[in-house]
């Protein structure tokens, strides 16, 4: 079945840091990808997405292409900020009536 | 204007007790779901609907049984809490079942 994978741990960097969090996945035929983001308290809010190979999706400075040969959908920022602090989840939907769901990577960016 | 609304946002309740959650969209999606989330921020889907139909039910126990008067609507019922229901609830829709969901505010359940 669809599953996908991302860094164990949390991340914790300075304000202005790069942020990488890394996501592979596994699905058949051609899924959807996305960024989820949850802040404390709060719902997830979609962050960006990409529906086929070689798609870049960015929002609010973050970035993350769709790599289909090494099933990837790394997300990026090249300088974070306090409020980026959050937890961050990679999900897929292969058009199954479901989205498939990382186990999460909780942010902290220090000032 | 709330897209995806569950209500409540916090219920406590003693073991035992049935209790329901609900859910709204405005979205005019035709696809909703109810996820569970645990304390280490897994989430983990448990049903999925499309048009009022059920399209998935992930191994949850017959304690949970959700039910969908209008695609509009999906509310979630638990009888005879238990300890290990306790979590955070979150409904979402999607035009498809392919689509990005977008995500209520999420229900914390602590069953006591």
């Known amino acids: 079945g669809d599953s996908v994978t991302q860094m164990e741990g949390p991340v914790t960097l300075s304000e202005e840091a790069f942020l990488t969090i890394n996501c592979t996945y596994t699905?058949?035929?051609?899924?959807?990808l996305f960024w989820y983001v949850q802040y404390p308290g709060e719902g997830l809010q979609l962050l960006l997405k990409?529906?086929?190979?070689?798609d870049k999706g960015s929002n609010k400075g973050f970035e993350a292409t769709y790599r289909k040969e090494t099933t990837s959908f790394h997300l990026e920022k090249g300088s974070v900020q306090v409020s980026d602090s959050a937890v961050y989840f990679c999900?897929?939907?292969?058009?199954?009536?479901?989205?498939?769901f990382g186990k999460g990577n909780q942010v902290v960016v220090i000032p | 204007d709330t897209a995806v609304s569950q209500t409540p946002k916090y219920l406590v309740t003693q073991m035992g007790n049935d209790k329901s959650i609900k859910c709204e969209q405005n979205?005019?999606?035709?696809?909703m779901y109810w996820y569970k989330q645990d304390s280490k921020k897994f989430l983990k889907i448990m049903f999925s609907?499309?048009?009022?139909?059920?399209?998935i039910n992930e191994t949850v126990p017959n304690r949970f049984s959700p039910k969908s008067p209008d695609k509009a609507h999906l509310n979630l019922h638990i009888n005879s809490l238990e300890l290990g229901d306790s979590a955070v609830y979150f409904c979402?829709?999607?035009?498809?079942?392919?689509?990005?969901?977008?995500f209520g505010q999420g229900t914390r359940l602590t069953v006591v």
């Open positions: 979402a829709s999607s035009q498809d079942g392919r689509s990005e969901a977008f």
């Open positions: 699905a058949t035929g051609y899924p959807s």
């Open positions: 990409a529906t086929k190979a070689d």
């Open positions: 999900a897929l939907s292969s058009g199954n009536n479901r989205l498939a």
């Open positions: 979205l005019g999606h035709d696809t």
């Open positions: 609907y499309n048009n009022k139909e059920l399209i």
